[in-house]
């Protein structure tokens, strides 16, 4: 996805229960949309299938931006990818 973090909007973490304001940290950063505020916090755990990965870095987006939530590098960059033409497998470490 090209994110450092692990990316979602406010209704997905409101959702999962995240109080992102109050756990957080408020930060800003710059997407391909423009600069935006976000807040910075800690996910207990992560599961892709299979994968379950804990104390994973996340920014969570105060707007509707990203639609879906992004695997960034505070993910991706704790398992191992092998690209096989159009498919990506992940898998632990």
Known sequence: TGATY???NKQT???IGLDYKIQGTKSTTETASGYTDIYLVKLKEVKV???VLHDVD???HDDDFPSV???GNSFLARVNMAR???LL???NK
Do not use: C, F, N, W
């Open 58 to 60: 996340a920014a969570v």
């Open 89 to 91: 497998q992940i898998k």
């Open 69 to 71: 939530i992004l695997l």
């Open 6 to 8: 692990v990316a979602m």
């Open 49 to 51: 299938g299979d994968i």
């Open 13 to 15: 973490a409101k959702r």
């Open 84 to 86: 096989e033409g159009m």
